[in-house]
């Protein structure tokens, strides 16, 4: 027991004179170590006897656990003063500019269409979501398109099992799983913006990714008046409080009547330039009011229920208010080329 309390104290005394690391893990190892002080008294338990040993063995287990405690207590105060010594000749200046980080921005397609979102949302519509990869059915034929319907050619898509899966053309099937799901007898007011694939040859107007923003308007009572109203407002909201709009007949299988729909130019101001192709109009969506067959087929009386539906590209939008020239932009990482877009909150 005397052996165990005079290493402990040689111990005590050395730690007192240790003035860094590499001395203390020294010391640490002459202790602590496999063949260190404290180690080597357990070799005395062999020749004592039983009625000796657990005393004597718990003694060294109460000398070793002071030991690393006194040694680590040790470090610690070292280890202090060594970061005190460097804090004290170490200083930062606080008057010195900071490093500058470039930071990101939202994609300018992005803040597009969170605009078009929120301007939807206050009027009361939701906002809905649907598959990429689509079915035929709800894609072409529950619009009016059957197979060889000569207006598929226009939207020639991409099919990844013979002719029944492929990757949407319009977001249009998530109106139509929208009215499956409202069972012929639920009013609907919504857009479902979202990716949408075609085969184009990729050009600086023409993407085979890009985004289409639909909506759908489906109640009683519900004339092209409504949409007509829905779309002066947008284009306002978008572009501003004095532009115009105005539509023209056209022609598309799922609506009927179809019309095109326009917007005075905001760069001309109806005068005719570049922009507008000297018509002081530009083309910004298609719509109409929606066809009873596919009403019929959605599950909707034409005779009770009428709505309207539109579609846009957001690419289409974002290049115009930003004044973009190559739709290809959109998919590129650079910042400086970005930072090159008119990026201004006014409308």
Not at 215 to 223: A, C, F, P, Q, Y
Not at 314 to 340: P, Q, T, V
Request: charged share 30%; hydrophobic share 35%.
């Amino acid at each position: 027991m005397n052996d165990a309390e005079k290493i402990l104290s040689s111990l005590e005394d050395k730690v007192k004179n240790i003035k860094n690391i590499a001395d203390l893990s020294n010391l640490k190892a002459e202790y602590l170590g496999k063949k260190g002080s404290i180690n080597e008294l357990t070799k005395k338990i062999g020749t004592m006897m039983d009625s000796e040993k657990k005393e004597f063995g718990k003694k060294i287990n109460e000398i070793k656990t002071k030991a690393s405690n006194l040694i680590e207590s040790k470090k610690q105060e070292i280890e202090k003063k060594i970061l005190e010594e460097k804090l004290k000749h170490e200083k930062i200046d606080i008057s010195l500019p900071s490093t500058k980080i470039k930071l990101g921005q939202p994609n300018i397609e992005e803040k597009m269409l969170e605009d078009i979102e929120e301007f939807f949302i206050s009027m009361g519509y939701d906002v809905i979501d649907g598959p990429e990869i689509e079915l035929d059915k709800y894609n072409f034929e529950m619009l009016n398109l059957p197979k060889e319907h000569p207006a598929r050619d226009a939207q020639d898509t991409f099919y990844l099992k013979d002719d029944t899966l492929l990757l949407r053309s319009q977001t249009s099937p998530v109106q139509i799983r929208t009215m499956l799901a409202g069972g012929g007898k639920i009013p609907i007011r919504m857009i479902c913006p979202g990716k949408v694939y075609r085969r184009e040859n990729v050009d600086m107007v023409h993407e085979q990714e890009f985004v289409q923003i639909e909506g759908l308007v489906i109640d009683k009572n519900i004339s092209l008046s409504d949409l007509k109203g829905t779309f002066n407002a947008l284009v306002k909201h978008i572009f501003g409080p004095d532009i115009e709009s105005r539509f023209r007949p056209s022609y598309y299988p799922f609506t009927e009547p179809s019309v095109e729909m326009d917007m005075s130019c905001f760069n001309c101001h109806g005068e005719g330039c570049s922009m507008c192709k000297p018509k002081g109009w530009i083309t910004i969506a298609g719509g109409g009011m929606v066809h009873p067959n596919v009403l019929k087929m959605c599950g909707y009386d034409p005779d009770e229920w009428q709505g309207f539906a539109f579609g846009m590209a957001g690419e289409r939008s974002a290049m115009l208010k930003y004044g973009m020239k190559d739709i290809r932009s959109f998919h590129e990482n650079d910042l400086r080329e970005s930072a090159n877009f008119d990026r201004r909150d006014d409308k």
